[in-house]
């Protein structure tokens, strides 16, 4: 990385070079110095600084900043370091214009086919046949009354050419409008991540996109850098640079080591201060989107040459996602390129779908046009016995080319491209709606994967309680008090050292001000247990801020910030004697192991044994928590001057402590999650509940909130107890032990951030029931990011969420609160749910469109519903209906039924029962009509009329009678369940009313001044009342197929399961690697076929072992990796590297590719992945060196030469 770093600055353009004074608007550096000094790291970085600065204090000093006490907040000198050293930002790709999105919609097959008709009919409508009045061409065109109605035949191609512009106009449209919801969406994100910055010594939050060069900026735990800068000073700062540099091992920073900061990495451990040294393109992350080219022209090339290597630098770059979580600031990855579309389960489902269905309409069309073809063949020409004369020929091909559209029509009516676009319309609306209820949607699929969610693993602090932390009961000098002491009861030596231990060993960002309204609480700011502490020393009647005042945090002499593995904070102090005193606090029973010595009710000291330690726990501990409270402990330590231990090593300076006092901290149940947790379990979904606090706390808040009831068989266990029953005597992780837990397990307490990703993988891995769980996370932490990104939807929390934990998730919770993700179940199961309306309602039209077109095709040689009327009930169908049915909104039934599993068929047996049915009746309806309507009507038959002749009546109510049966059946559709009351709720939907009546009036226009163009003749009221009559029969004849019960249909067979199980494994492959770029994931199917190749070639290596079995320790053994899923999943497979090899082209074809690149890339250790990062040069030779880089673990791996003897 370092030397692509360097090396960085050749490939940018440097526009800011000619602007450059010698010292840029009386700055004291230049842009270009900054950005090299950035490039350095360590030991180099650090002799750079004093070299040209002196120290970070003349760094800061030339910036014209001060370390303590920031920038003056002067606009004009903001906006001058903004035109100097550019702004924080990066800038997005440019979006698809509108006329990008119809030239894509314009793409559509079936279009193209209905556009060639369509011209072709336009061009022979136009040819006037030279002998048309012969009577040598047969009756083809006597039916043609006069010479203008002969001349309207070019009405029909250019309504279908007119008809077609509509379908990709809306097309287009829904697209555009999805695109700006989710740029709006992405932007909604960026404005919520503010950072801290000191400006006039004050300590202000700002958004991300306002930092400017100079800024010194507070850094924390879990924060993610949003830009680069220079460490000023830090306490136990340790940073998570894997997105950049792919080392997954934290590195320590100190002001006097390592000081360089970069952006895009997180903050693991620590807390500190830095000056801000480089923003937006020139920060690191910057220099990379700008080889990345985030301006797109690379990356459109890149696509189209499907990852070939002129992206090798840049893919170099690539910020790779680490197993800590830790991934690239993903916020500018979806700037730098347009949302990936993410395949979900329903996605999954419907895609099989409509391509079943289209292939039966395709089929069917195909049929009706050979049959029209036929029959007029072998009427004409056989029945008739004529021979085809020269100067007829433009008639019969005009009529071929009529048979050859309907058969289209068909074709079109028969393919429901309205479903893509109803699941789009559905999550779109759904996630703007979800924005109200508090759940801010990352990717669109979380909203429909939450609806089958069975469980729902949640922290306990802040989601499920009120995250407003008090201390209620506390230990102090051999007394349990049971509420805050009075101060006069407590000793003063006690009570200074308590207020000393509290005020200086927590962050000094954390605090509590006052109210902002009159008779509100205080407001809490900062970690909200040290909130309670410091809470605490208020209520003693004792004031923090003095203690801080007299102890600034540059005077602290020692930090251990607290993280999930020493579960407590410690901090050293130099006492005015030169000895040193150790403040500590963290989790009781962990700390009391550690003290050796208590303070007695006269604040002497007492020693405290394991005996005492039994007594307490019992007596203090169990107690406080049994009433649900979190047990804190508080100690503290002297050091001699004479004794200063070795400060690193952390187990012997934290030890032989003496226990200050006891604390219980109250953190109230949220009111309303009980209620919430209800709904959830009789919804089907089990909610656990995992947390770092100790077990009597968690079970006794579980209980309050019902996750446990009394009289019920679960368990309650500790993070250890978790692991013992999980893994065998070797220490591993067992599935089958894993599955003895799992379903019963409610609490996990004292659990660390892996034990919570061993959980939910093990629920989502696990094939006991009969369904695959789809699990939902909740987590806030650094470390919870692995769990969030493993989880089928990673809830983070908007407020007290890190960076770190929003990057990592799918759905940000902006309030903090279990109910709302409630609220995502409900809205996921409403996605489903409406997208089945519009299905079963669709499939109704399809089924009885393409049976009436093919059937009349074949009787009287001319499709009842004609090419432009079809295509005008395509799009109400399509486009509308997907529209009114899409936006349903949710109600609370939709939380009395259990989820679908992730197989369930789409279609259900009650849908299609009802599909069946109104087919049924609209077919009797519409055949009574075309072969005796014109009795019952007393009009002409409109059958077996001539070419271009004009429209008749009878066509017409069979056209009007059929879209009306529609128009009724779309309300019929708003129930899938087999609900009787199908108006139920319809005014709260005022969309789904708007476009019924719309049709409704768009018919009426149509049908009476539609004229030649739709082939309608205006109709009399009372045909108009008929028509409406047929249509309302609709709704009756829903009642009665209601009545029916579906459990006698055994015949009914449910259709649109989920992805079968051979192609189940390639979508589990592509959600368990998401490193693999997408365009690989097209690759896939041909690396599965590759792979079976590669295993008959694994038995010819096993031949060449054996000669080498000498040279082999080193290499894993093959029959390891036969599985396909095990392939993927060994180490070396992640893709963790991104310098590019070829190994998939002999060595004859590397100098070709030597052009291309800049230099052959080396040789990377990790040869291996290239076997599935470059499966575009699957050629036969590439397939004999690709075997060999696929096992050699090392670059000179004896397999290298393997590849001759292969």
């Not at 804190?632 to 330590?637: D, N, Q, S, T």
């Not at 001057?641 to 949220?670: K, Y």
């Amino acid at each position: 990385m370092g030397d692509v770093a360097n090396s960085s600055i050749e490939f940018h353009p440097k526009p800011q070079q000619q602007r450059e004074a010698p010292h840029a608007g009386g700055f004291g550096c230049t842009l270009a110095e900054l950005r090299s000094l950035m490039e350095l790291r360590g030991a180099e970085a650090l002799q750079k600084v004093q070299e040209t600065y002196g120290d970070v204090g003349g760094l800061c000093r030339r910036l014209k900043t001060s370390p303590t006490e920031g920038l003056a907040d002067n606009a004009n000198d903001l906006e001058k370091r903004r035109q100097i050293y550019g702004q924080n930002f990066i800038p997005p790709k440019q979006p698809k214009t509108f006329l990008q999105l119809v030239w894509e919609a314009l793409q559509d097959v079936t279009l193209i086919i209905l556009e060639v008709a369509a011209i072709v009919s336009l061009g022979l409508s136009f040819y006037a046949p030279p002998g048309e009045e012969s009577e040598a061409c047969g009756n083809v065109s006597a039916g043609a009354e006069d010479e203008g109605e002969a001349e309207a035949g070019w009405i029909e191609g250019a309504a279908i050419l007119l008809s077609v512009i509509c379908v990709v106009l809306v097309t287009a449209f829904n697209d555009w409008s999805k695109e700006k919801q989710f740029r709006g969406l992405q932007s909604r994100i960026e404005q919520e991540q503010k950072f801290t910055v000191i400006r006039n010594g004050q300590l202000l939050q700002v958004p991300v996109a306002a930092l400017v060069v100079g800024d010194i900026a507070q850094v924390k735990y879990g924060d993610l850098l949003p830009a680069d800068g220079v460490l000023i000073q830090g306490n136990d700062l340790k940073i998570d640079e894997s997105s950049l540099t792919g080392e997954s091992d934290h590195v320590r920073k100190s002001a006097d080591k390592d000081p360089m900061l970069l952006s895009g990495t997180h903050v693991m451990e620590g807390s500190g201060r830095m000056v801000v040294t480089a923003v937006g393109v020139n920060s690191q992350t910057g220099i990379i989107f700008t080889l990345l080219g985030a301006g797109g022209e690379e990356e459109e090339k890149k696509e189209k040459k499907a990852k070939k290597q002129d992206g090798a630098v840049a893919m170099e770059m690539q910020p790779l996602k680490s197993a800590e979580g830790g991934e690239m600031e993903e916020r500018e990855k979806k700037k730098a390129n347009v949302p990936k579309k993410e395949k979900s389960v329903l996605q999954g489902k419907l895609t099989k779908l409509a391509v079943q269905i289209g292939k039966a309409g395709l089929v069917m069309s195909a049929i009706t046009v050979i049959i029209l073809v036929l029959y007029f063949v072998i009427e004409t020409f056989v029945v008739g016995g004529r021979a085809w004369l020269a100067e007829c020929t433009p008639v019969y091909v005009q009529y071929f080319v009529k048979f050859f559209i309907i058969g289209v029509t068909v074709l079109v009516v028969a393919v429901p491209e309205g479903l893509p676009l109803a699941v789009t319309i559905s999550l779109a609306y759904s996630v703007k709606k979800m924005m109200r209820d508090n759940n801010l949607v990352r990717h669109l699929d979380a909203c429909e994967t939450m609806g089958n969610a069975t469980a729902i693993c949640s922290d306990k602090t802040g989601t499920l309680t009120t995250n407003r932390m008090t201390v209620v009961q506390s230990y102090l000098g051999d007394t349990h008090y049971k509420e805050v002491p009075a101060p006069s009861a407590l000793t003063p030596k006690i009570l200074d050292l308590l207020v000393h231990a509290i005020s200086i060993n927590s962050a000094y960002t954390t605090k509590i001000l006052p109210p902002e309204k009159e008779g509100a609480l205080p407001r809490q700011v900062g970690n909200k247990t040290e909130c309670a502490l410091l809470g605490f020393v208020l209520d003693l009647k004792q004031d923090f801020q003095p203690v801080r005042e007299q102890i600034p945090e540059d005077k602290l002499y020692k930090v251990y910030t607290f993280n999930s593995v020493r579960k407590s904070m410690s901090t050293v102090i130099r006492m005015p004697d030169g000895g040193f005193r150790l403040f500590s606090k963290g989790a009781s029973e962990i700390l009391l192991k550690k003290c050796t010595n208590i303070l007695n009710s006269n604040g002497e000291l007492r020693s405290f044994r394991p005996r005492d330690r039994d007594d307490m726990v019992k007596k203090v501990i169990e107690p406080m928590a049994c009433d649900g409270l979190r047990t804190i402990c508080i100690a503290y330590r002297d050091f001699s001057a004479a004794q200063e231990p070795d400060w690193d090593n952390e187990n012997e300076v934290v030890g032989d402590l003496t226990c200050i006092a006891v604390v219980g901290i109250e953190d109230p149940v949220r009111p309303e999650v009980p209620e919430a947790i209800r709904k959830c379990q009789r919804a089907g979904i089990t909610v656990r509940m995992v947390t770092g606090d100790n077990i009597n706390t968690a079970r006794a808040i579980a209980a309050k909130c019902g996750i446990i009831q009394p009289g019920e068989d679960f368990l309650c266990l500790e993070g250890k107890e978790f692991n013992r029953r999980i893994r065998n005597e070797k220490g591993e992780i067992e599935q089958e032990r894993l599955d003895k837990v799992w379903p019963k397990l409610r609490v996990l307490a004292r659990s660390s951030p892996t034990d919570k990703h061993t959980l939910v993988k093990g629920i989502i891995d696990s094939n006991t029931g009969e369904q695959r769980q789809v699990v939902a996370v909740t987590g806030d932490g650094t470390n919870d990011g692995p769990a969030l990104k493993k989880a089928d939807v990673g809830f983070a929390m908007g407020i007290a969420g890190t960076d770190v934990a929003k990057e990592a998730s799918d759905i940000i919770l902006t309030d903090d609160n279990f109910t709302s993700i409630v609220k995502a179940v409900m809205w996921g199961r409403n996605v489903y749910d409406s997208i089945s309306k519009f299905l079963q309602f669709q499939l109704t039209v399809n089924v009885v469109a393409v049976i009436v077109a093919f059937t009349g095709a074949c009787i009287t040689q001319d499709s009842p519903l004609k090419a432009v009327q079809m295509l005008w009930v395509n799009l109400i169908m399509d486009t509308f209906a997907s529209l009114a049915l899409a936006t349903e909104p949710p109600t609370e039934s939709l939380l009395l039924r259990k989820p679908y599993g992730r197989d369930k068929p789409l279609i259900s047996r009650t849908m299609m029962k009802s599909i069946l049915g109104h087919a049924v009746y609209q077919l009797t309806i519409i055949f009574t009509l075309l072969f005796v309507g014109e009795l019952f009507f007393d009009i002409d038959s409109g059958r077996n009329a001539p070419l271009h002749s004009p429209p008749s009546e009878h066509y017409t109510i069979i056209f009007n009678t059929f879209v009306m049966m529609q128009l009724f059946n779309e309300i019929n559709a708003r129930k899938i369940h087999g609900e009787r009351n199908v108006f139920h709720g319809i005014f709260s939907n005022p969309i789904f009313c708007t476009i019924v009546l719309g049709t409704f009036a768009i018919q009426i226009v149509i049908v009476q001044f539609g004229g030649k163009p739709f082939s309608c003749s205006p109709l009399s009221t009372e045909q108009w009342l008929w028509c409406l009559f047929v249509g309302v029969g609709e709704l009756v004849w829903g009642q009665v197929i209601a009545t029916i019960p579906t459990s006698q249909l055994k015949c009914l067979k449910e259709a649109g399961h989920g992805p079968g199980k051979d192609e189940m494994t390639d979508e589990e492959l592509a959600e368990g690697e998401e490193e693999i770029d997408h365009a690989e994931r097209e690759l896939r199917r041909g690396q599965i076929l590759w792979f079976r190749g590669l295993n008959r070639i694994q038995t010819q290596i096993r031949v060449v072992k054996a000669f080498r079995s000498s040279l082999y320790e080193g290499l894993e053994k093959p029959e390891s990796k036969t599985s396909i899923h095990n392939f993927m999943a060994t180490p070396e497979f992640l893709i963790n590297d991104y310098t590019h090899n070829i190994p998939l082209i002999d060595d004859t074809d590397v100098d070709e590719n030597e052009e291309r690149l800049r230099a052959p890339p080396p040789p990377s250790p990790n040869q291996n992945n290239n076997a599935i990062d470059s499966g575009v040069y699957l050629t036969t030779r590439g397939t004999k060196s690709a075997t060999s880089s696929v096992f050699s673990s090392r670059p000179g791996s004896p397999l290298h030469s393997v590849e001759t003897s292969l």
